[in-house]
């Protein structure tokens, strides 16, 4: 195994993300770009909220990701590789009692690496992208926010 030659230092902590609406379903889009010296992604966070109404048909956000890397030894940069599907309860983070899911946890991405705190995160090469779509049930007064909480190298 290499001996690891250099000291990784966060240049910036960073929240990114974006909000879907009805008329978004099936539409990916992107929800974060690794920076120059790649990222580690730590959370992201969905919320799913509905105005005027009590309660809401559950709504599924599928989380892709799609390498935009290219190069001799990179993926093809306009494929896209599905890493997360949590289901989001109604509600959740919204105004209703339940808590924002986290895509990154136990349930929604076993496979993720886990850092001495013992919190999943998942690496990103430069310029490789997160997108998000949510597939079905949103309501016409619903929304889903997706935010990415990261750091940049």
Do not use: W
Request: aromatic letters at 6%; a neutral charge; proline letters at 7%.
């Amino acid at each position: 195994m290499a001996k690891q030659t250099s000291l990784f230092l966060t240049k910036e902590i960073v929240n990114q993300g974006q909000t879907f609406h009805v008329g978004d379903s099936g539409v990916y889009k992107t929800i974060f770009t690794a920076a120059n010296d790649d990222s580690l992604v730590k959370s992201i966070n969905i919320c799913h909220t509905v105005s005027g109404t009590a309660t809401a048909a559950p709504t599924t956000l599928t989380i892709p990701m799609q390498l935009a890397i290219s190069g001799a030894n990179r993926n093809d940069p306009t494929a896209i590789f599905l890493f997360a599907n949590p289901n989001i309860p109604p509600m959740a983070g919204g105004s209703g009692t339940l808590s924002p899911i986290d895509a990154l946890s136990a349930s929604g991405c076993p496979s993720c690496p886990i850092d001495n705190a013992g919190k999943r995160y998942y690496p990103l090469e430069s310029g490789s992208q997160i997108l998000a779509r949510f597939l079905n049930g949103l309501l016409l007064s619903g929304s889903i926010s997706v935010t990415v909480i990261a750091e940049n190298y």
